[in-house]
């Protein structure tokens, strides 16, 4: 494809042959190709495929040894696009990269971004424990181990975009679930 289209490029068709030659090249020329369009100037007038670039980029770093990088720089900076853009699946496969990273992904006020939502048994958990219950008594009244309950509330907390327990009262009440 590349050599059919020699000297009629785009600058829209330019950014998607790059991503296709990053997306099925060698690891050496992948991360130059990648690195080079989200700097390339062409490719300003597309945003969004510029941010699938960096989504694929993003994701193409977290399967080597250099998470940090992907996470500061190419899976936010996607994800920021995507959330401006309103495209809301490209959203959330990037907040799921960053969130796979260990990073609470957070809206302005403060909610989780993705559209992730609690199972019916990880709310019938997180109300009490906003409480200020323990695991213990959370557990006798539904009749769980304290473990169960404490695997609950660890799936539960990023889904909200917390990272205590301390929290939860409040990430409950602003998702309207106190």
């Known amino acids: 494809m590349r050599r059919q289209l020699e000297g009629h490029k785009s600058p829209h068709v330019l950014l998607q042959v790059r991503r296709a030659r990053a997306v099925l090249t060698n690891d050496e020329e992948a991360e130059d190709l990648f690195g080079a369009a989200p700097r390339d100037q062409a490719g300003k007038g597309w945003p969004f495929e510029r941010a699938v670039v960096l989504l694929e980029y993003g994701q193409w770093l977290r399967r080597k040894p250099r998470t940090n990088e992907a996470r500061k720089d190419e899976l936010a900076r996607a994800l920021t696009v995507f959330e401006q853009l309103g495209a809301r699946p490209y959203a959330e496969r990037a907040a799921a990269e960053l969130r796979a990273f260990g990073v609470s992904v957070r809206g302005d006020d403060g909610a989780s971004r993705g559209n992730e939502r609690l199972t019916p048994q990880q709310l019938q958990i997180a109300r009490p424990a906003a ?19 404490g695997f609950h509330l660890y799936q539960t907390c990023p889904k909200l975009g917390i990272t205590n327990r301390a929290r939860l009262r409040d990430a409950l009440s602003d998702m309207g679930a106190s």
């Open 131 to 149: 409480t200020g219950l323990t695991n213990r008594q959370i557990g006798e009244r539904l009749l769980l181990s304290a473990r169960t309950i």
